[in-house]
């Protein structure tokens, strides 16, 4: 079984300043780790994702996240947050090892506000 | 290049009314998914194939409801004698290969919103 965890319902930030949303996981295996984000009324839309190797890895707009696997986190960041990254933002995971389930899991997402 | 499209965008139904959602995938790519997502939720696995043949369909909350795939392009989700919890965004996704969305990255459409009355 494979799950995610994301614990902030909704993380304000002023612009400018860094911003951080939180995604925990939890997978019998070695997992594949993806970051969506949602503005209204469209679709999902990939930021980055950890495979292997690396554990920072950076992806669209400026975002990077960090695969801890001792904490089994997958923070997405970014040093300093602008009004248009304000959106839905999903976490998923995917396990890895064969036999598993290849299809992603997804939090329930967190909307992130950046004030002017 | 074009991206994932859906429609109709929004649906509304009465109560055992049937619908059909459609989704067109990026060109040449493999596999689809379809998502439901609920109000508040993140999106939850309904089914997947691999071109026209549907590998896992065990997300599918009940025998009404339907994917095909036929041509291993344009999919449709069928949702038969709808009923009010069914209400939801109905996302799909596809991905360029057949690794059943472990590594690939998926890229969704706009969505489906459906009411059902």
């Known amino acids: 079984a494979q799950s995610v965890a994301q614990p902030e319902d909704q993380v304000n930030v002023a612009e400018g300043n860094p911003l951080t949303v939180k995604c925990t996981y939890s997978?019998?295996?070695?997992?594949?780790l993806f970051w969506y984000v949602q503005y209204p009324n469209r679709g999902l839309q990939f930021l980055l994702k950890y495979i292997t190797g690396d554990n920072l890895v950076k992806g669209s707009y400026g975002f990077e996240a960090e695969f801890n696997k001792s904490q089994t986190s997958f923070h997405l960041k970014k040093p300093s947050a602008l009004v248009s990254d304000s959106a839905l933002y999903f976490c998923?995971?995917?396990?890895?090892?064969?036999?598993?389930?290849?299809?992603?899991?997804f939090g329930r997402g967190t909307s992130l506000i950046v004030h002017p | 290049g074009a991206g994932v499209s859906q429609s109709p965008r929004y649906k509304v139904a009465k109560r055992g009314q049937d619908v059909a959602l459609r989704c067109d995938p990026i060109?040449?790519?493999?596999?689809l998914f379809w998502y439901q997502q609920a109000l508040g939720q993140g999106p939850e696995f309904l089914t997947y194939f691999q071109n026209e043949a549907q590998l896992d369909k065990s997300g599918l909350p009940s025998d009404r409801f339907f994917a095909e795939r036929p041509e291993g392009s344009v999919s449709t989700l069928k949702i038969q004698r709808t009923q009010q919890e069914d209400s939801a965004v109905y996302l799909c996704a596809s991905s360029l290969r057949t690794s059943g969305g472990s590594t690939d990255t998926q890229y969704f459409g706009p969505g489906t919103r459906l009411t059902v009355l």
């Open positions: 997978v019998s295996g070695n997992p594949y």
């Open positions: 998923a995971v995917s396990l890895r090892e064969s036999g598993g389930s290849y299809i992603p899991t």
């Open positions: 060109s040449g790519h493999v596999s």
